[in-house]
């Protein structure tokens, strides 16, 4: 009892004369009564860390965390850094009305508050040992519950146990961000950020710049940092599962410590603490070598800093531009010497590697490599494939559908095997795929005694197999099952496309439950969006109308309110809702929530500032606007996106319903496409019951869809043909006439195209400002599209690359589906109505869909 006395006597003097001591012996906790100056600090715990203000060096005054017993603060978190206070005496950190955390100035402006969602029942703030700030109710007993904390809002640090990468299910992204200069946090031009497309990876970008690419994880370490080996005391792992793909580093020895740093001159650097000489040691960092700069030679480059010059063609390339090549200009890359023949190509195995970009590579995470082989050579885009991880001698597969950049070879025993596609010409035969030597004469007399050697071993077995005939017939089977292996693997890839599923394809995915997708109260949207009202109001669509909303956080929203009559079960809308947002892609547009209510349900999206392509495209004075580098950024950014909806690992969507209406524009005029998971959302059913409404749009239907209802993966990419001749014309497929009143678009491209004027197409606006081999190759592509047999069509992947290869030798187009005709008469009417059409010389009849 004597010592409590003694001790509150003892608080209650620090309270009066030291106040920053006061604070630190509230053990790292500020309560809502409470607030922090500039003269006091908040400690953790364990006195690991310390959170005050400080002056980095510039004058202003920032809220940051540092290590509170290393000498020379070195701030691992900043919160206010681009909105620093400007006096030393001015600046309060406390608690705000809503229970989030808040820095103030002398007058009360705020400054910066943490970004929170949740209102907060008897707030307290929190510095953990961890260095993480963290705000909770007081009432909360689960320390691992709070309502906001500073490890979801990184600044240039990763500390132990701190996560970077992306997190589906709640929607935050972690990335590492650098400050301005040694003295200035402000936002930088380097950030370090994993991108979870394809098979992830992290990238260093200076501003949105790639400078450098760590390579995908293989397991053991990322692809591209041969040396990271696992220290005594640390650990690294990577999560990669339907709920998040992240990045994190641990610290098993309790006395090591250790930081990650997107630094200011473009260094990603990791610091360990040298007790003994009392300075931090840099321990790693990249990019370390000229090897390391992005693309630094270029596609189907391979960059050896132990060679002289560095870039060098893999096997069956040369330089692209041997010129530039011969002054050690490797950045154009290498072009192949012989063209593939699909089927018959074969397979160049380099070793040691730094796996090529893998953004838009495909992954499965169980298939043998054996069957990976067999898969990318029956697929005829397949540029490449290699093992997934490279842990327990190799697992799963990889493959690349695009131009193979920015690799480099490693010394033996540091990269990984890459199996390259090369034409069988360029391998010269030898039994095994990566021979080079020996002459051809010799081969083919070792050929020919192999095959000699091997009929008449045949004929031996096959009167053993004779006697044996049910062993035989095993045996037979055997094979037969593990050859189909792959074909029946991608036949089933095909029926996911073709088929828009049903629960059942991805129920066994993932725990739908435990998804979280923020819900909103209809009233916080009536309020939002004025009541729904006129002037709101951006436009009326199939599923519902669509208004613009303001949330009370200043955070424009773009609000659908669906028609009524989605015969949906509530259930069922909210799971299909939560799968569409956890896709993710910078070419889709984000679905940020939703409601439900009684007979109301309302999705809520990001809002576009520039609405959508059709509002600008087909309007006289707003398609000045999109001029031709943009109108190529919005083909192929859509393509992006369309790629991403068809080949997405979990689960595939097909649009049915791409046009120029539902490709949104943000400020920067880029795409995203939009509506993407209505036709999941809305049932067969649905369908059914509004056909005019859902099934998709007359002039960018392909024919097979729009006369049988046959929908694949190539009928979306028959609407992106359409769309791409749109942009290019700034004309309507639907509604064009052209003079003789007998062509609609497709027609027209398809008649200057084969008279050898294709540029005729191009929108009359743009005058002479764009290249035209790139106008060119997007209407071959528009064109290839289009063709009137689906399995003529490219698949997206392809699209994308030829979109992105300069000098990639297109196929020729075949005659485009509904290239001639007249309009059908537009129907109001729900029911089908039958129209004639002519596609080339040929009448078919065609079901108006809309
Ligand atoms: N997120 C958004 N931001 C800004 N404007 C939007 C947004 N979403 C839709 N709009 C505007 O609202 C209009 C109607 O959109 P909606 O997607 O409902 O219909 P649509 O695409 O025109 O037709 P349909 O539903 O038949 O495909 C769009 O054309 C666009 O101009």
């Known amino acids: 009892m004597k010592d409590i006395a003694k001790l509150h006597y003892f608080t209650i003097l620090c309270l009066t004369f030291f106040p920053k001591l006061a604070i630190s012996l509230t053990l790292g906790s500020l309560t809502a009564t409470q607030s922090l100056t500039n003269e006091q600090t908040l400690v953790s715990p364990g006195q690991v860390f310390e959170l005050g203000f400080f002056d980095p060096g510039n004058s202003k005054w920032y809220l940051g965390i540092w290590y509170k017993k290393i000498p020379g603060k070195t701030v691992v978190w900043v919160a206010n850094k681009d909105s620093p206070l400007s006096n030393s005496s001015s ?37 953990l040992d961890s260095g993480n700030l963290v705000v909770r109710e007081t009432s909360e007993k689960d320390p691992e519950k709070h309502l906001w904390q500073s490890f979801d809002y990184p600044t240039d640090t990763l500390l132990p146990d701190m996560k970077m990468g992306s997190n589906f299910d709640s929607g935050f992204e972690w990335n590492l961000t650098s400050w301005k200069s040694s003295e200035d946090p402000s936002t930088g031009d380097y950030s370090f950020k994993l991108d979870v497309h394809g098979f992830p990876e992290i990238f260093l970008l200076n501003n949105q710049e790639p400078k450098y690419r760590s390579g995908p994880w293989n397991g053991m370490r990322f692809s591209g940092v041969p040396e990271m ?8 792992s990577f999560v990669m599962d339907e709920h998040e793909v992240t990045y994190s580093f641990s610290i098993t020895n309790a006395s090591l410590i250790s930081r990650l740093i997107m630094n200011s001159t473009g260094h990603l650097e990791r610091y360990t603490w ?17 090897c390391d700069n992005y693309k630094e030679c270029g596609p189907y480059g391979i960059c050896d800093t132990n060679a002289s010059p560095v870039c060098r063609c893999m096997k069956g390339f040369s330089p692209k531009n041997l010129q530039a090549w011969n002054l050690r200009d490797g950045s154009g890359g290498c072009v192949r010497n012989t063209t593939l023949g699909c089927r018959s190509d074969r ?191 951006l436009g009326q669509g199939g599923f519902g109308s669509v208004y613009k909303g303001r949330l009370v956080e200043d955070q424009e929203i773009a609000v659908k309110r669906l028609s009524k009559s989605s015969g949906q079960g509530v259930e ?35 809002y576009m500032e520039n609405k959508s392509l059709d509002y600008v495209l087909f309007d006289k004075a707003k398609r000045s606007l999109l001029d031709w580098p943009r109108r190529f950024n919005i083909i192929c950014g859509t393509a992006r996106g369309l790629l991403y909806l068809h080949q997405d690992s979990r689960f595939r969507i097909i649009h049915r319903d791409l046009k120029a209406s539902n490709i949104l524009l943000d400020g920067e005029m880029n795409p995203k496409i939009s509506d993407f998971g209505m036709a999941r959302i809305f049932g067969k059913d649905q369908t059914e019951a509004n056909t005019r409404r859902v099934v998709g749009t007359y002039g960018y239907m392909s024919p097979e869809y729009a006369m049988d209802g046959h929908f694949s993966v190539k009928s979306d990419v028959f609407s992106f043909g359409v769309l791409v001749l749109e942009i290019i014309s700034g004309k309507k497929n639907r509604g064009f006439y052209y003079a003789n009143n007998e062509l609609n678009l497709l027609g027209h491209a398809w008649k200057h195209w084969r008279g050898g004027n294709g540029l005729e197409l191009i929108d009359q606006s743009l005058g002479d400002l764009y290249s035209p081999s790139e106008v060119m190759r997007c209407i071959q592509v ?67 869909a809309r």
């Open 91 to 127: 600046g309060t950190f406390k608690i705000g009305d809503r229970g989030n955390i808040v820095v103030v100035d002398e007058v009360g402006t705020i400054l910066w508050s943490s970004k929170q969602t949740q209102e907060a029942v008897d707030p307290v703030v929190q510095l």
């Open 782 to 848: 528009g064109l290839l599209c289009v063709q009137e047999r689906a399995e003529d069509r490219p698949t997206m992947s392809s699209v994308v690359l030829m979109l992105s290869s300069e000098t990639a030798t297109l196929p020729q187009p075949k005659q485009p589906g509904f290239c001639l005709g007249r309009n059908p008469v537009e129907t109001t009417s729900s029911s089908s109505k039958q129209e004639s059409c002519t596609v080339n010389n040929v009448t078919v009849t065609m079901l108006d």
């Open 347 to 537: 397979f160049l195995p380099l070793k040691n590697m730094k796996l090529p970009e893998t953004t838009t590579a495909f992954v499965d995470k169980t298939m043998s490599i054996e069957d990976c082989k067999e898969m990318c050579l029956n697929n005829c885009s397949c540029t490449a494939y290699a093992n997934y991880m490279i842990n327990d001698g190799g697992i799963g597969c990889v493959t690349w559908t695009s131009e193979l950049v920015d690799m480099r070879a490693y010394t033996e025993g540091s990269g990984q095997d890459l199996y390259v596609r090369l034409a069988a010409s360029e391998i010269a035969y030898s039994g095994s795929a990566d021979s080079g030597n020996g002459s051809d004469k010799t081969k083919e007399i070792i050929m020919v005694i192999g095959i000699t050697v091997g009929i008449v071993l045949l004929s031996g077995l096959t009167v053993f197999f004779v006697w044996k005939r049910k062993g035989l017939q095993m045996i037979w089977k055997e094979k037969t099952e593990r050859r189909k292996g792959p074909r029946e693997r991608s036949q089933d890839l095909l029926l996911n496309e073709v088929v828009i599923s049903s629960k059942k394809e991805y129920s066994g995915e993932s725990n739908i439950d435990d998804l979280e997708l923020p819900l909103f109260d209809f009233s916080t949207l009536a309020i939002a969006t004025n009541d729904f009202s006129d002037e709101n109001k």
């Open 572 to 606: 069922e809308f909210k799971n299909e809702v939560r799968l569409i947002a956890r896709l993710q892609h910078r070419n889709l547009v984000r679905l940020l929530g939703c409601c439900i209510e009684i007979d109301e349900k309302v999705l809520i999206y990001e």
């Open 229 to 236: 080996a696992p220290l005594n005391g640390l650990k690294f």
């Open 274 to 290: 040298i007790e003994s000489s009392q300075e931090w040691n840099s321990y790693w960092y990249a990019p370390k070598d000229q």
